[in-house]
């Protein structure tokens, strides 16, 4: 029967069709890992050269936390950490003072609720920066 067939290892086809699995995963197991490895450091090298022009690093910021950290030390963490660029989502008024003589550039989040109004003229745009 071919369950016998599969199990006698007897033919030279019964070995190549009707291997056990463990060892045809086990060959396969090989070829993948490898070609994992070449994968992973061509990666690498990839990375590698598209980082190393990289001029920056940012993050976001929001102020809905059940314990915000405050604003001088956010902005400490930040600098100390090579964060050069910030995107507020809310124009915080604590956070925007401590990051005022920073160095670091700040990006401000407008709120859903404003985006048309602000689309929709100039001077309610200029209005909600004054503010």
């Known amino acids: 029967t071919r369950t016998q067939k599969a199990n006698s290892h007897e033919t030279p086809h019964s070995e190549s069709i009707f291997q056990p699995k463990n060892l045809m995963y086990k060959e396969m197991g090989r070829h993948d890992t490898y070609q994992k490895l070449i994968s992973f450091c061509l990666s ?15 993050c976001n910021w929001g102020t809905m936390a059940s314990h915000p950290l405050p604003p001088n030390i956010v902005v400490k963490l ?8 910030v ?9 925007l003072r401590a990051l005022g003589k920073s160095g670091i550039q700040v990006m401000v989040g407008i709120p859903n609720d404003l985006l048309a109004t602000m689309a929709s003229t100039v001077t309610a745009a200029e209005l909600w920066v004054q503010q």
């Not at 690498?44 to 050269?49: E, G, S």
């Not at 930040?78 to 660029?85: E, I």
């Not at 995107?87 to 956070?95: M, N, T, V």
Request: proline share 0%; hydrophobic share 45%.
């Open 44 to 58: 690498i090298l990839l990375l590698h050269n598209v980082f190393k022009d990289v001029e920056g690093l940012a």
């Open 87 to 95: 995107k507020l989502f809310e124009a915080d008024s604590g956070a």
């Open 78 to 85: 930040l600098r100390d950490n090579g964060f050069n660029k």
